[in-house]
């Protein structure tokens, strides 16, 4: 008999269900902030975003299956024991988080933050030109679902599509010029918009440093709805201070809460939200993860084929 | 010999192009700000966006081609002696206000708005759930040039648009459902999202008052980018105050400059910019002004065939 804590809401439909795939487990509901620790190391299958801190390399558990998109967090050592296995919910957040990486270009592009502002003192003051994404050049970095998802958008309006990804793959029907990671800083100066939706990795971290802001336009806008390691951020400050880009959008930040003090928060250019782009914000997306999750579930229980298999040495998925 | 006074900024390469067309004329080159009454009063066609109050129904004036789409200021009694001849720009604008109107609604679907007022406090806070515009219903009231870009925009990322126009015709293929002004009461109770681009004329006047905000959803978003006639504001107010609607946005407002303290500004699901959709913000559409205005002044001079004849009736073009 094997102990499921599961973390996700579920409804009352949804936990028969899933009580129906595996009726010899026992199983415990909960959430983030109601969870003990003995839930947790009590645990050989959690589904879930548990806290890293709380798991401590917990010797019952087998299974993590995360609701989040991204694993850095869990594969750091200490936090997972040698052998869990460990998978994502990769698909889930697709359209929520290109979404939202659309909009905050869109907003970037109008000025609408300035003009927020200016509304927020009850100001009625022109602030210059605006920018489009018809006939705009977009580098997306990452192309997995999201930065997929954000690429089907800017095409839709008009945006020619540089898409930049690890693997060498055929070039989608919505990306007009595929390249490898090691060609970015060649497509950087072309840029009117850098999307980023990098997992936090090794391999990421700190990609977008004051090198590759310094490679592109300086009427440029910067988006990273990805991970905040993969941006620096003091070098992005000082890129916005000395004009090297025009603007910045961000959803995630290296350090989350974002201090309050942070410079990133003072930058007149820059806009920030507090990594609410994902979660279960647009509606759709929690079944979206549900269905996931149920199927890995099922899938581990049976023995069958596992989807989003995290690689604890890449961070990615296998 | 006719005197004509240009108010459009224009290159040296510009001017040199249009007084080849009209070899005869004696050109004067001013601005809104600098321009002086006489200049007004002694010309007979002038290009540009005149102050309606420095025309006074000028007797020399016979040929006002605006800058502007909107004709609203000039169809007034008084402000032109009858038999002028006005015509807008009619088709510059359509880019520039509808991809504005495209990004106000992205920006209220995400939130974006509440969350630049929590980055000016230095907040990180959820805002909780957000929209889309995939599946959802658009009802694009006005399919003009403008309304027509925003259509398009919204239906290229999944929306499903039903267009409302004054007058019958085919159904273009970026709109699902057409229908007349007549019907706008039945289709507005099936909105996710209502924009307005109509123009200031005498029967769209408070079009948008109490009884068409009770028929939308309570979680139904609207955006005024035409004229702010169409919209009562009182009534979108204490709409927004009692959770009638969910958010509003609008560039355009009855009075311009909104003055101070009025309680639009106040509206925390209010996003107001000033009157910037339009105007030169754009880059391309000055050109695109140009190309109009100087096609129009050679129909004018040579009898041909003038674009966008301004009904003083209707206030709408012929």
Redesign the interface.
């Known amino acids: 008999m094997k102990n499921v804590l599961v973390l996700i809401p579920l409804t009352e439909e949804q936990k028969t269900r899933l009580e129906s795939i595996g009726p010899d487990c026992s199983y415990r509901y909960s959430n983030g902030a109601a969870v003990s620790m003995e839930d947790i190391q009590s645990a050989n299958i959690i589904i879930g975003f548990p806290d890293p801190a709380m798991i401590a390399a917990s010797e019952q558990l087998e299974f993590l299956q995360l609701s989040s998109s991204g694993a850095d967090a869990y594969v750091k050592p200490g936090v997972l024991r040698p052998g869990t296995v460990l998978c994502s919910v990769t698909g889930a957040y697709g ?2 988080v290109g ?2 990486a ?3 270009t ?2 970037l ?2 000025k ?2 300035l ?6 003192r ?11 994404l ?1 006939g705009a050049t977009v580098v997306v970095v990452g192309l997995g679902d999201i930065g997929t998802e954000y690429a089907r ?1 800017v095409k ?2 008009g945006a020619r599509v540089i898409g930049v990804k690890r693997r060498p793959s055929a070039c989608p029907d919505f990306v007009d010029e595929l390249c490898l990671t090691d060609e970015l800083d060649r497509v950087l100066p072309e840029a009117d918009v850098v999307c980023s939706v990098l997992p936090g990795t090794a391999s990421t971290y700190h990609l977008f440093d004051a090198e590759r802001f310094a490679k592109m336009k300086s009427s440029a806008i910067f988006i990273n709805c990805g991970r905040g390691t993969a941006l620096d951020a003091d070098a992005l400050c000082e890129a916005l201070d000395r004009g090297v880009i025009a603007a910045a959008g961000t959803d995630v930040t290296e350090i ?3 201090p ?3 410079p990133l ?1 003072k930058q007149p250019n820059m ?4 990594h ?1 782009s994902g ?1 279960f ?3 759709g997306t929690l079944d979206r993860i549900v269905e996931i999750c149920f199927a890995n579930f099922e899938a581990y229980l049976k023995g069958g084929e596992l989807r989003n298999i995290i690689d604890f040495r890449t961070g990615y998925k296998k």
């Not at 003009?115 to 927020?120: G, I, L, M, N, P």
């Open positions: 359209q929520a979404e939202h659309f909009a905050m869109w907003e592009l109008k609408l933050h003009y927020r502002d200016d509304q927020a009850e100001h009625w003051g022109d602030r210059g030109t605006v920018g489009t018809r958008l839709a309006v989350e809460p974002l309050a003090g942070h928060w806009v920030i939200t507090p609410i979660g914000h647009l509606p």
